[in-house]
C-alpha cells in the first residue's frame, strides 16, 4: 500500500461500493469523496475502515461519519475519533438512528468535551464509589443515576453524566461528592420529611405569589441548615465541600439572612424552620445558589415517596401479622369459640443514650419489647427516615391468613410480555470486536424454570444403558479417591515403625539418622464444583436432543457418586432482548425427582446466544466456594442468534465471556457434536479446552468419560 | 502445633507460664460474664458466638485472669488434626515418648482451653472434643490407652463466627448443641468509644469519629464488604494515631485495606473516613 493520498476519483469508487444503499442522485459519494481526498492517507484509511465497520450497523451512520470525518481530524486527535464513533454508535444501540446521528453531529460540542475530558471525569467511572460512600453514610441505600438536572426523588441521585468544570480532575470528583453528599443529606437530614399533620412542599408553596422563587428560596435555606448538619457530624466533608464553593466563588449572604443563618445552623433546627422563614425572606434577594445543590424537584421527590410509603406500610404490617403469628404459638389459646385480641403493636421512643436529640425506636408486642424480624429493622428504618416516627395506623397487624403476595411482584416470565421492559431480568455487556468495545447492558437475561415432565424418561435411559452403567458407576467410585496413609514423614500422627526400624538400623552402621519417622493421614478432598450449560437451541431438535438428556441422566449418575457440587442450565433465546437461561437442577438443589423430570422436559427452543449466558453462569460459579471450578458447556454448534450473533461477531464475544471467566478463576470446557468445531472452537477456548464427539448416539457415555478425564 | 516445641510448653504448662498475671482489660456488653462465670461453676462449655474482631479472644483472657486458671489457646486452622489437639509419640535416640498436646495438657493442669475459630479445624477434629464437652468430661487418649478425667476446674470454650455464609463453615448440630452459647457483638457506640480510647489513648473526639466511621462500614455490609470494621481494627487505627500517623491514612491502611481488596470499595471507604476527619 502506498503512503500517497487517495484521489477523489480512487475515493467516490470505493464509498459508492460501500454507501450504495443511502446514496441517491441528490447525494453521491462525489461530495463525500472530494472532502476526504485532501486529508492524509492514513486518515483516508481510517475513514474508510470505520465506514465497513458501522455500515454492519446502519449505513446512514456510516455516511454521517465519512460526511463528518475531515471535520473530526481538524478537532480531535485519532484516539477521540474512535471515541466519537463508539459513543454515537452506543447511542445508536440504545435509542435509534435519529440520535445516533445527532451524536455524530454533535461533533464539536464532543471534541469540545474530550479536551475537557482530560480533567474532567465521568459519573459512569465513579458513580460505584458514590453509591458506596452515600450508603456508608447513612439511611437507605440510594441509586445514583445519570441525568440533565441535579436532583433527587429520595431514591435516587441525580448527577450530571460529566464533570469539567474545575482544571483539576481531583476537584471535579470532590464537586461530584459534595453533590451527592447534599442530595443524600436531603433525604437523610429531613428536607422531605413529612411531619404528620402538614401538607406536601408543593403545597405549602403554591400559596405564594411566585411558587418558583419559593421554591429556590426554600432550597437556599435548606441548603444552610444541611450544611450545617454535615459540618457537625462530617467535618471531613464539609471542609471538602467548603474548598468546591470557593473554587467556583465566595457565597454572599444579604444582611437581612442574618437571622436565618443563626437559626438554620443551630443543633435543633429542621426543614419546618425552612418553612417558617419562607414567609419573611421572600420578598428579598437570594443569594446564588452553592455549586453543587442543584434544584429541588418536590413533585418527584413525593411521588418517590407516596410509593415508597405505601409499600413499606403495607410490608410493615405483613411484617407485624408474622411477627404476631410467631409469637402467638408459643401462647395456648385460653378460650375456644372466642376470637382472641388483636395484639397491641405500640413504638417506643426512647433517647439515645450516644446522639443527644436522637432517638432509638422499640418495637412493643403486649407491652413488651420484641425482637424486629430480620428485614423489619431495615424497613422501621425507612418510614422512619421518611416520617420521622412510625404513625398509629402502620401498627395494626396485617389481616390473620397466611403471607400475601405484594401486589408488584414481578414474575420473569411476565416482564417480556411489557416490550423492553428489563426489570427483574440480568443485564449483561456484550464484545463487538469490530468496535473494539463492549455494547453496555446489551442483552436482557432471564432465569426460567424447565418445565418438569412427567415421562419417564429418566428411568427410560436407565434401562437403556443399564449394561454399562455398573462399569461406568465402578469407574467414578475409583476416582473418589481415598484416605491415604503417607509413611516416612517428618511429621505426623503417629510413629512409623517400619521408618523407625530402618532409621535404628542405620544409626548402628554409623549412618545419620533420619527425620523421616512419621505417619500422616492424607485427606483426599475433592472440592470441585462444576456448571452445566446445555445448548437448548432449536438446532438440536430430535436425537441430538435426546442425546443430551441422556448424557445429563449418566452424567448426574456419576456425579452423584462422586460428590462434586453440580448445576445444570439450559441456554437458548431470541435476540439480545431474551437471553433465557432454563434452570435444571441449582447447586444447592438435591438430584430428585423434580430435576430428573425437570431433565425429560428439556425441549429444544431458539437460538444459541451464548456470551450473556456464559456471563451469567460465570456470575453463578464465583458464589460458589470451590478450588476447582468448572464450565462445561454441551453444544452443537456455532454461537448464532437472530440478530445478527453469527460468524465473527458470535464468536468474538463468546471468546471474550469466557476470557472474562477465565479470569475470575473458572476453567471452561466444551463438548461439541459439530464436526467443523475446529475451526472455531480453539479460537474460543483455547487449543486444549474442547472436545469432539463425533458420533452423536456416542454422546451419552463419552460426556461422563470426557468428565472422569477432566479432573482426575 | 510443631511437634518439637511440645516438651518445652508442656513445661510452661506447669510451671503456671499460661497464667495471666495483669487484668486484661475487658468492657462487658451484657451479661456475659455472669454468665461465664456461671457456666465454669457448673462444669458447662462454653461456645463464643460473633463477628471477628468484637472482643472474644480478649473475652477468654480476661476470663481466665478473673478465674485464676491458665489460659491454652489453640488457633484452629484446616489441617489441625486430632493428633495435633491430643498428643502424640516423639521419637528420641532410644525410645518413643509420649508428648501431650494441648487438649491433654489443658485437662491434666485443669486450665481453660479455648479452640479458636472452631470451624476452621476439621471436621474429624471436633469430635474429639465431644466427651470432652457433655457430662461426662473426659478425655480418652487412644494411643496411650489413658482416660483423662477433667476436675472440676476444666473448662472448656470455643470460638465460632456465624457470618461465614458457607455450608463448610458450618458447625455441626451435634457439636453446638453441647455448649452453652453466648453471642457476641459490636459494642453500642459509646462502649466502643471507651473501648477505643483506653485501649489507644487517643482523644474523645478521635474515639467517637473512629466508631463513627466503624458503622459507616457497617453499613456497607452486605454491599460488597462481607464484615464492617471490628473493634479490633479501630483500636489498630487508633494506635497508629497515637503514634502519629495522620487519621486518614491511619484509617486508610488500619481499616480500610484491611477490610477489601476492591479498588472501588477502598475508594469509597477512603471517601468516608476523609469525611469524618
Known amino acids: 500500500m502506498s503512503n500517497k493520498s487517495l484521489t477523489a476519483a480512487e475515493l467516490e469508487v470505493k464509498l459508492d461500493e460501500s454507501l450504495d444503499p443511502v446514496l441517491s442522485s441528490r447525494r453521491t459519494a462525489a461530495a463525500l469523496a472530494k472532502a476526504l481526498a485532501d486529508i492524509e492517507r492514513a486518515q483516508q484509511d481510517f475513514v474508510l475502515h470505520w465506514v465497513d465497520i458501522i455500515i454492519k450497523t446502519n449505513a446512514e451512520m456510516a455516511y454521517q461519519f465519512a460526511a463528518r470525518a475531515p471535520e473530526a481530524f481538524r478537532l480531535m486527535p485519532v484516539p477521540a475519533i474512535e471515541e466519537w464513533v463508539i459513543h454515537a454508535m452506543d447511542v445508536y444501540d440504545k435509542q435509534g438512528l435519529y440520535p445516533g446521528c445527532a451524536a455524530l453531529g454533535q461533533l464539536r460540542a464532543f471534541a469540545v468535551e474530550t479536551a475537557e475530558a482530560a480533567h474532567g471525569i465521568a459519573l459512569e467511572e465513579i458513580r460505584h464509589v458514590l453509591e458506596l460512600f452515600v450508603q456508608g453514610l447513612a439511611g437507605r441505600p440510594l441509586k445514583v443515576e445519570e441525568a440533565a438536572e441535579t436532583c433527587t426523588d429520595t431514591a435516587t441521585l441525580f448527577l450530571p453524566a460529566r464533570l469539567h468544570k474545575f482544571a483539576e480532575r481531583h476537584d471535579n470528583f470532590r464537586l461530584y461528592k459534595a453533590m451527592a453528599a447534599h442530595l443524600w443529606a436531603q433525604t437523610w437530614y429531613g428536607t422531605w420529611r413529612l411531619a404528620p399533620g402538614t401538607s406536601p412542599l408543593t403545597e405549602t408553596l403554591s400559596t405564594y405569589r411566585d411558587p418558583e422563587k419559593a421554591l429556590r428560596l426554600f432550597h437556599a435555606l435548606e441548603t444552610l441548615r444541611l450544611n450545617a448538619c454535615i459540618a457537625r457530624e462530617l467535618p471531613g466533608l464539609y471542609r471538602d465541600m467548603q474548598e468546591v464553593q470557593r473554587l467556583s466563588g465566595e457565597m454572599h449572604y444579604p444582611a437581612a439572612w442574618k437571622q436565618a443563618i443563626q437559626r438554620l445552623t443551630s443543633l435543633e433546627a429542621g426543614v419546618s424552620d425552612s418553612l417558617a422563614l419562607l414567609p419573611t425572606l421572600h420578598e428579598g434577594e437570594i443569594p446564588a445558589p452553592f455549586c453543587f445543590q442543584g434544584i429541588l424537584r418536590p413533585d418527584r421527590a413525593q411521588q418517590a415517596m407516596q410509593e415508597r410509603l405505601t409499600r413499606e406500610k403495607e410490608l410493615f404490617r405483613e411484617a407485624l401479622g408474622q411477627l404476631g403469628g410467631e409469637t402467638a404459638q408459643a401462647k395456648p389459646e385460653t378460650e375456644t369459640g372466642t376470637t382472641p385480641n388483636p395484639r397491641q403493636y405500640a413504638i417506643e421512643q426512647l433517647l439515645d443514650p450516644d446522639h443527644p436529640g436522637q432517638f432509638i425506636f422499640r418495637l412493643l408486642l403486649d407491652g413488651q419489647p420484641v425482637q424486629p424480624l430480620a428485614d423489619m429493622r431495615t424497613l422501621m428504618d425507612s418510614i422512619i427516615q421518611d416520617l420521622g416516627q412510625i404513625p398509629e395506623d402502620y401498627l395494626v397487624a396485617a389481616g390473620a391468613g397466611g403471607y400475601r403476595q405484594p401486589a408488584d411482584e414481578k414474575r420473569p416470565e411476565d416482564v417480556w410480555k411489557g416490550t423492553y421492559h428489563e426489570e427483574g431480568a440480568f443485564l449483561y455487556n456484550e464484545w463487538d470486536h469490530r468496535r473494539n468495545h463492549y455494547r453496555k447492558h446489551w442483552c436482557v437475561l432471564r432465569e426460567l424454570d424447565v418445565h418438569p415432565d412427567s415421562d419417564p424418561f429418566v428411568a427410560r435411559t436407565l434401562r437403556k444403558y443399564h449394561g454399562v452403567l455398573p462399569q461406568l458407576r465402578k469407574t467414578f467410585e475409583a476416582l473418589r479417591g481415598e484416605n491415604k496413609l503417607l509413611k516416612k514423614q517428618i511429621n505426623g500422627d503417629d510413629v512409623d515403625f517400619d521408618a523407625l526400624v530402618e532409621a535404628r538400623a542405620d544409626m548402628q552402621s554409623g549412618m545419620e539418622l533420619s527425620e523421616r519417622l512419621f505417619t500422616k493421614l492424607h485427606k483426599f478432598e475433592r472440592d470441585i464444583a462444576v456448571m452445566f450449560m446445555v445448548d437448548m437451541s432449536g438446532s438440536t431438535k430430535g436425537w441430538i436432543n435426546d442425546a443430551e438428556r441422556e448424557s445429563l441422566v449418566l452424567l448426574c449418575e456419576a456425579l452423584e457418586i462422586l460428590g462434586d457440587r453440580y448445576a445444570i442450565y439450559g441456554f437458548s433465546g431470541m435476540t439480545r432482548k431474551r437471553c433465557e437461561l432454563y434452570r435444571i437442577k441449582r447447586f444447592d438443589e438435591p438430584y430428585n425427582e423434580v430435576v430428573r423430570q425437570r431433565i425429560a422436559g428439556i425441549t429444544p427452543q431458539d437460538y444459541t446466544r451464548m456470551g450473556a449466558t456464559i456471563r451469567h453462569l460465570t456470575k453463578l460459579l464465583n458464589d460458589v466456594e470451590a478450588r476447582t471450578k468448572l464450565l462445561i458447556t454441551l453444544s452443537d454448534g456455532k454461537p448464532d442468534d437472530y440478530d445478527g450473533y453469527r460468524g465473527e461477531y458470535g464468536i468474538e464475544d463468546t471468546r471474550m465471556s469466557l476470557i472474562e471467566a477465565k479470569r475470575a478463576g473458572i476453567h471452561p470446557f466444551c463438548i461439541t457434536i459439530d464436526e467443523a468445531a475446529r475451526d472455531y472452537l480453539p479460537h474460543m477456548y483455547g487449543a486444549v479446552n474442547w472436545t469432539l464427539v463425533d458420533e452423536v448416539r456416542k454422546l451419552p457415555l463419552k460426556v461422563s468419560d470426557i468428565y472422569r478425564r477432566l479432573t482426575l | ?277
Open chain 2, 1 to 277: 502445633m510443631s511437634a518439637s516445641k511440645n516438651p518445652a510448653s508442656a513445661r510452661a504448662a506447669e510451671s503456671g507460664e499460661y497464667l495471666i498475671k495483669h487484668e486484661p482489660y475487658y468492657e462487658p456488653v451484657g451479661e456475659e460474664v455472669a454468665v461465664f462465670e456461671a457456666a465454669f461453676r457448673q462444669q458447662l462449655p462454653v461456645l463464643l458466638k460473633g463477628p471477628t474482631g468484637c472482643g472474644k479472644t480478649r473475652f477468654m483472657q480476661h476470663m481466665a485472669w478473673r478465674l485464676k486458671r491458665p489460659l491454652i489457646t489453640v488457633s484452629c486452622h484446616d489441617d489441625l488434626t486430632a493428633t495435633d489437639l491430643v498428643g502424640r509419640y516423639l521419637i528420641t535416640a532410644n525410645e518413643t515418648v509420649w508428648v501431650d498436646g494441648p487438649m491433654a495438657r489443658a485437662v491434666r493442669t485443669n486450665a481453660i482451653l479455648y479452640l479458636d475459630e472452631i470451624v476452621e479445624a476439621r471436621k474429624d477434629t471436633t469430635v474429639v472434643i465431644h466427651p470432652l464437652a457433655d457430662d461426662r468430661r473426659v478425655l480418652p487418649i487412644e494411643k496411650t490407652g489413658e482416660l483423662l478425667t477433667a476436675g472440676p476446674e476444666f473448662c472448656l470454650a470455643i470460638s465460632y463466627n456465624p457470618g461465614y455464609q458457607s455450608v463448610l463453615k458450618d458447625l455441626k448440630q451435634s457439636t453446638r448443641q453441647r455448649f452453652v452459647a453466648v453471642e457476641f457483638n459490636y459494642p453500642s457506640a459509646a462502649l466502643e468509644k471507651k473501648i477505643v480510647r483506653r485501649e489507644t489513648g487517643v482523644d474523645e473526639a478521635m474515639a467517637e469519629r473512629l466508631v463513627k466511621f466503624a458503622a459507616m462500614t457497617r453499613n456497607l455490609k452486605g454491599s460488597g464488604l462481607d464484615e464492617g470494621a471490628s473493634t479490633r481494627l479501630l483500636v489498630h487505627a487508633g494506635k497508629l494515631m497515637s503514634a502519629g500517623i495522620d487519621p486518614r491514612t491511619a484509617c486508610r491502611t488500619a481499616i480500610a485495606e484491611a477490610l477489601t481488596d476492591d479498588p472501588e470499595m477502598i475508594a469509597a471507604v477512603n471517601e468516608l473516613s476523609a469525611s469524618l476527619f
